[in-house]
Structures are given as structure tokens and as C-alpha cells.
């Protein structure tokens, strides 16, 4: 079956601007989790939904991220105000529960460049 | 404050001889690590994963060794293959199981 896709896959803009970031999950799997990976860093969490809510925010850096998952489904990582340093690759990762145990399945990220 | 860190951030290894990546942790309140693979433009994929009251898992070439007293895994493959070549990153899923905490990952280059 299908594994998690996000799109696009690069993405560049200029400091200032808005952007976003789509991730379709594995279908069935409720919980969807949002990282980011700078340069020679490991992913850092963002963001953790389960179902539309957000369970966990406590990642998000600062106000001008915001992700949203309406449906349960699809989630878009929104950054407005974009800055140099938010440059990174940003993955999205699925599972079918929650917990450590629940292996959770990688999409191939959006390369993020602020300009 | 990093709570799983890998501190060698290359490894290169011969075809066939043994590889051997390490991880240590700060919290111990883990109890349960994971192995991600990640190839280029690829996200991480799952490898092996072991829980705190093993001190071993093995499956096939991939076997993880846990240290709980050191607060140090480390993951061995062997026979290594080419085909292993990518980054290893050990995790850690923090207290709600929801967060994952990465190392910085050690990336591995078998040699033919």
C-alpha cells in the first residue's frame, strides 16, 4: 500500500513569506506526528495529532508555526513569517496507535529553504 | 539538552566485517529504544527496535545490545553489506510515547 507522501518535496522562498507543508498519512493511521531535520541534526518533534487534534504542540518553536489535520487525515504544517533558520528538512510520520511501541512510518520530507 | 546522543558521526566499514554503531542516553526513564535507517532523500525507516528489560534483540544481521547501568545501546550488523550504507539514528519515545527523541545519527559507509 501507499506510505506516507509530503508534498512538494522542496520548497524555496524568501524570508518574510508564508508557506506550507501537506502530509498524507498511511490511510487508517490515527496518529501523525510532525519533525524537522537540520543540517547534521536528527529529527526534532514538532507536533503529534491524534485523530483532528492536536495531542502535543509542545515542539513547535514559536507562534508563526501552526498545523492543522481537520479531517483526521491529511495534517499542513503552516509557517508564516519564514526565516533564515527555519531552513531544515520537515518529515511527517504516521502510526496506527499511540505509544512508543507504535512504529511510526516516515514520509520522504519537504526541503524547506529560506532565502 | 540532548537526551540520546550519538557521538561519531561517521563510521566506514569492510564488505563483510562487522559494524558497530553507538548511542547513549541521559533519561532514564526510557524504556524502549529504536534504530531508523535513512537513506537520501528517503525519510528514516525502521530497523530494530529493543525494550528495557532486554538486554538483546536480534533479528537476521541486526543486533541491538542495551547497557542499562551505562545508559549506552549499541547496534552491531554483521556480516555488513554495501547495501547498509546510509544514516543510522537511535531513538527514544519520551514520556507520553508520542515524542520521539533522535540522536544526531551516525552515518556508515560499507566498503566493497
Known amino acids: 500500500g501507499a506510505g506516507v507522501s509530503q508534498t512538494p518535496s522542496n520548497k524555496v522562498t524568501e524570508k518574510g513569506k508564508y508557506v506550507e507543508l501537506r502530509c498524507d498519512p498511511i490511510s487508517g493511521h490515527t496518529a501523525l506526528y510532525w519533525y524537522r531535520q537540520s543540517l547534521g541534526q536528527g529529527p526534532e518533534f514538532l507536533i503529534y495529532?491524534?485523530?483532528?487534534?492536536?495531542?502535543?504542540d509542545s515542539g513547535l518553536p514559536n507562534d508563526r508555526f501552526f498545523a492543522v489535520r481537520p479531517e483526521g487525515s491529511v495534517s499542513t504544517l503552516k509557517i508564516q513569517r519564514t526565516e533564515r533558520g527555519d531552513s531544515a528538512v520537515y518529515l511527517c510520520a504516521s502510526s496506527l496507535g499511540t505509544g512508543g511501541k507504535n512504529e511510526q512510518f516516515f514520509g520522504p520530507g519537504t526541503r524547506l529553504t529560506v532565502l | 539538552d540532548q537526551q540520546v546522543k550519538q557521538n561519531s558521526p561517521s563510521l566506514s566499514v569492510q564488505e563483510g566485517r562487522i559494524s558497530i554503531l553507538n548511542c547513549d542516553y541521559t533519561?532514564?526513564?526510557?524504556?524502549?529504544f529504536l534504530w531508523y535507517k535513512k537513506y537520501p532523500a528517503e525519510g528514516p525507516t525502521f530497523l530494530i527496535s529493543i525494550s528495557s528489560i532486554k538486554d538483546k534483540n536480534e533479528d537476521g544481521r541486526f543486533t541491538v545490545f542495551l547497557n542499562k547501568s551505562a545508559k549506552h545501546l549499541s547496534l552491531h550488523i554483521v556480516p555488513s553489506q554495501p547495501g547498509d550504507s546510509a544514516v543510522y539514528f537511535c531513538a527514544a519515545p519520551g514520556d507520553t510515547g508520542n515524542q520521539f527523541y533522535f540522536g544526531t545519527g551516525t552515518s556508515l559507509t560499507v566498503i566493497p
Open positions: 495529532f491524534q485523530g483532528t487534534g492536536a495531542a502535543d
Open positions: 533519561n532514564s526513564m526510557f524504556d524502549y
